[in-house]
């Protein structure tokens, strides 16, 4: 590492907070925006004097199109360095790191929890809306022509009195918890724990199983690991209602795709509501063969003031680790190592 002044590297978009970005590392840190074209010259300007000196990365999806995910060969190589000790991930979910090699190479990793839960939870609350009264199939009617040719008030239900379950309640599903009690709905969940945090009308039910047994609709909050993987299956969805809702804003791995479908097609689900797939940007092209079903390209946080707050949450826990030795937001894996 020269004498310089230390720096931290900008990978992937920062596209509202630079303004804030300045600010905050004013005096702590001279800011580097990685414009590597590929992997390769990634990891050789980290070997080199392009990105010398670097000791925290803010980091975003964005990067993958270019260096790709990081991965074992890019958490080695940040490891060689010597120097970089922390990456601040924009986004809630991470599962484009490989947390457990940071950890065995002692570099921290932090998200922006929080920063996400309102938008992400509107997008669930329109997607549970629109699904239990066929909202998308009729707009979809009413531009080609036919308005409402064949919808029918059968296949729709109001949203006061219908049951949400929620798996997990976090950040995000407990604000969607908040926003459906409004109407209200019966609100039941299950997470690893008892939520401290849920208030009396929510309800605690001890299994996947019978959590999709209560419910009308079913809204997916969980991170993508390796034990969240196609966490609702063939069984759990067919313990559902005959004529359910499966919501998914989470992660599409969560959901096996291919089991839901096949519950689609015989009519044991209503519909789904969809904002993630298991191989984004690619869209299963059976799903579209279902005009009940609304489905959304990852729009979750797609709005100014939820990626503003993302942008500045990620890098204000940078700029603590940079001045106080200790950033927040850890991810969990990572806090059981301090």
């Keep these: 590492m020269s004498s310089r002044q230390r720096r931290i590297l900008i990978c992937g978009n920062l596209v509202w907070a630079h303004d804030e970005a300045r600010q905050l590392f004013n005096g702590l840190a001279d800011i580097v925006v990685m414009d590597s074209p590929n992997r390769g010259d990634f990891l050789a300007g980290l070997k080199g004097e392009k990105y010398d000196g670097i000791v925290g990365i803010y980091r975003h999806n964005t990067s993958a199109d270019r260096i790709g995910v990081f991965d074992e060969e890019i958490i080695d190589a940040l490891a060689e360095t010597g120097t970089v000790k922390w990456i601040a991930h924009n986004g809630a979910g991470y599962d484009q790191i490989d947390v457990l090699r940071c950890a065995k190479k002692g570099i921290n990793v932090s998200n922006t929890p929080g920063a996400v839960d309102d938008a992400t939870a509107t997008t669930a609350l329109y997607l549970v809306i629109s699904c239990l009264r066929n909202y998308a199939w009729a707009e979809q009617s009413l531009r080609q022509g036919t308005f409402k040719t064949g919808l029918h008030p059968g296949r729709a239900h109001d949203v006061t009195g219908r049951t949400l379950g929620i798996l997990g309640l976090g950040g995000i599903g407990l604000r969607l918890a908040h926003l459906v009690h409004a109407f209200p709905m019966r609100v039941v969940y299950h997470s690893r724990n008892k939520s401290a945090n849920a208030p009396e009308w929510c309800e605690y039910v001890d299994s996947v199983e019978k959590l999709c047994r209560e419910s009308d609709v079913l809204s997916l909050h969980v991170p993508l690991r390796d034990e969240t993987v196609h966490l609702v299956g063939?069984?759990?969805?067919?313990?559902?209602?005959?004529?359910?809702?499966?919501?998914?804003?989470?992660?599409?791995?969560?959901?096996?795709?291919?089991?839901?479908?096949?519950?689609?097609?015989?009519?044991?689900?209503?519909?789904?509501?969809?904002?993630?797939?298991?191989?984004e940007p690619l869209v299963n092209p059976r799903l579209l063969e279902f005009p009940q079903n609304v489905l959304l390209p990852h729009m979750g946080t797609e709005n100014q003031d939820s990626q503003r707050c993302m942008e500045v949450r990620a890098l204000t826990n940078l700029r603590d680790f940079l001045r106080d030795g200790q950033g927040h937001d850890l991810v969990p894996e990572l806090r059981s190592k301090l």
């Design 234 to 279: 063939e069984k759990e969805i067919r313990a559902m209602k005959k004529g359910s809702i499966i919501v998914n804003t989470a992660r599409g791995k969560v959901v096996d795709e291919e089991a839901m479908i096949r519950a689609l097609a015989d009519g044991h689900l209503s519909s789904v509501g969809l904002d993630v797939y298991p191989n």
